[in-house]
């Protein structure tokens, strides 16, 4: 990236000396992505803005649809908060272009619903000259190193990752690959595999022709050569759903560039869905954006099942109120199921809020927050509804085995348990994720 940076920066500023009038760039926010709430959260932007160069006259191109996404210019600390209160600009109508006519930092976000806290928000600096913008994001060149063995997606192994493929584009990211650097791709044979196919093949997720297949794991790849290296789990369609990496390996010291701006992933599960899908119920690496990513695209009805699954004795599942959801308190549940897995009925609509009553895994993200609506079919949503499980009164909860006959009765509630130690590496992709 920094040579990157450097030639661009050269070549603008050769261009500057041969004409007193530089050409305006026109940057497409978030390129093909366009200007919605990413998967994977907030990220995506920050990327983004990470390979651009912005510089005075430039025009940043929001590129959304009327109605569903809005842009507005806010303050530092508006965009820290995702406060859309009192914009500093705001423009309803999509696409549109703004012209940043002066240096400085520029803020904006997305002001509709929870747009903003779900990751549509973009920080740029902005130079008088063609130089770089020096980039909090930019990863620091490492001194020379032996060979490093790398754990692909490190605790969260190789497995299709909630979110799409930004978790594997995040772990990525910041790290360096060298020649003799291993991969270990951590996964359990017959439920994944692990191809190195060409970037055709990976762009396409055609697992056809892999240049090399491995079916059992886990599985040590040694990269032994410079260059571009892409893997793709060939099983069903576990590529489409993100369970691809693409990486570059240098011969020497430097940098990384990072991939590309992701591409929106079309998740859409059927009337029973798997919390996390393959991640399961757990402490998710990334924080608590993973099951908020994973629900955002969602519609619940009501008659839907969810499914926690969940190693025994290591989680849990609980049913709170909204506070003990905001809180992280579980002292008081509603109901807490411990023998996986749950299948929980969604008997009526309202907003859900589910935790583990495990010490600190609600603090780190095992949290999940939906909103139910009333089934569009048959039944006409009653006014004499149940009552709406987000009171805070545990009294008016639904009760969980009431329309959940497929869900295990639900055990007393325990007072949370310490045994849980997150790991630095999860602590890591939490911390690349929210940065
Ligand atoms: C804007 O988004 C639309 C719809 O996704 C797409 O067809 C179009 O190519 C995009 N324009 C640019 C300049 O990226
Ligand atoms: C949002 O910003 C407005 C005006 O800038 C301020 O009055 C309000 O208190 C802020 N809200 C929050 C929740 O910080
Ligand atoms: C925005 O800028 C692009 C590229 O310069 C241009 O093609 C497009 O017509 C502009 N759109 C508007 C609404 O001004
Ligand atoms: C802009 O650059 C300054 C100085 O390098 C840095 O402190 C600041 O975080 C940058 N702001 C953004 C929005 O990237
Ligand atoms: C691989 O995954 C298994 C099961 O999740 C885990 O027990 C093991 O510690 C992982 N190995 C490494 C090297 O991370
Ligand atoms: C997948 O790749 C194979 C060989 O590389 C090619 O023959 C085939 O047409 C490709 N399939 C698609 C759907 O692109
Ligand atoms: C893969 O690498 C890990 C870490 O270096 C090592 O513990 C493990 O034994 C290796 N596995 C194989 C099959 O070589
Ligand atoms: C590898 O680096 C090159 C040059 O910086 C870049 O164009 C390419 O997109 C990178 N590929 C990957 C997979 O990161
Ligand atoms: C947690 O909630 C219980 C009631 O549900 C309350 O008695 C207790 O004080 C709360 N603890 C904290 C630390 O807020
Ligand atoms: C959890 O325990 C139950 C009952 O012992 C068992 O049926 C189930 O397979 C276990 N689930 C897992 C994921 O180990
Ligand atoms: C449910 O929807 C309401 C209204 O749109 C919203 O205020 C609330 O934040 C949503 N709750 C969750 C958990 O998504």
């Given amino acids: 990236?920094?040579?990157?940076?450097?030639?661009?920066?050269?070549?603008?500023?050769?261009?500057?000396?041969?004409?007193t009038s530089t050409a305006q760039t026109t940057h497409v926010v978030g390129d093909s992505l366009g200007w919605l709430v990413p998967p994977g959260g907030k990220i995506a932007y920050e990327t983004w803005a990470d390979m651009q160069t912005f510089?005075?006259?430039d025009i940043l191109m929001f590129n959304f649809t009327t109605g569903e996404q809005d842009v507005?210019?806010?303050?530092?600390?508006?965009?820290d908060s995702c406060?859309?209160?009192?914009?500093?600009?705001?423009?309803?109508?999509g696409p549109f272009n703004y012209t940043l006519d002066a240096a400085g930092e520029y803020y904006f976000i997305g002001t509709m619903d929870r747009h903003c806290f779900f990751g549509q928000k973009l920080a740029i600096n902005v130079s008088t000259s063609a130089g770089p913008t020096p980039s909090p994001q930019a990863p620091t060149p490492t001194p020379a190193r032996g060979p490093v063995t790398y754990i692909v997606g490190d605790d969260l192994g190789w497995l299709v990752p909630p979110g799409g493929y930004i978790a594997y584009e995040t772990w990525a990211y910041d790290k360096t690959f060298l020649v003799g650097d291993v991969l270990v791709f951590n996964f359990t044979t017959g439920e994944q595999d692990v191809a190195r196919v060409t970037k055709e093949a990976f762009d396409s997720c055609n697992s056809t022709s892999p240049i090399f297949l491995e079916t059992t794991g886990p599985f040590n790849y040694t990269l032994d050569a410079a260059g571009e290296y892409y893997f793709i789990g060939t099983m069903d369609r576990h590529c489409f759903f993100g369970q691809k990496l693409a990486i570059n390996v240098s011969a020497s010291t430097g940098p990384t560039p990072s991939p590309q701006a992701p591409t929106p992933t079309p998740v859409r599960g059927p009337m029973t869905y798997v919390v996390g899908d393959d991640l399961g119920w757990l402490v998710p690496p990334g924080g608590y954006i993973a099951y908020e990513t994973w629900a955002y695209d969602k519609t619940f009805l009501v008659g839907d099942v969810l499914v926690f699954n969940f190693k025994n004795k290591t989680q849990d599942v609980a049913v709170v109120t909204e506070e003990a959801y905001d809180s992280c308190n579980t002292t008081t549940t509603i109901a807490v199921y411990r023998t996986s897995p749950v299948k929980y009925t969604l008997t009526a609509a309202g907003e859900y809020f589910f935790t583990s009553t495990f010490s600190r895994h609600c603090f780190f993200g095992q949290k999940l927050a939906i909103n139910v609506t009333a089934s569009s079919s048959a039944t006409p949503p009653s006014t004499t509804t149940a009552p709406t499980p987000s009171s805070s009164s545990s009294s008016s909860a639904p009760s969980p085995t009431a329309g959940g006959p497929s869900a295990p009765p639900p055990e007393s509630s325990a007072p949370a348990r310490a045994i849980f130690g997150i790991s630095s590496t999860l602590l890591l992709i939490a911390l690349a994720l929210v940065h």
């Fill in 1 to 19: 990236m920094a040579k990157v940076c450097v030639a661009i920066a050269t070549v603008l500023a050769v261009a500057a000396l041969l004409q």
């Fill in 83 to 93: 406060n859309s209160t009192s914009p500093i600009f705001l423009e309803t109508t």
């Fill in 72 to 79: 507005a210019r806010v303050t530092k600390e508006a965009f």
């Fill in 55 to 57: 510089v005075v006259g």
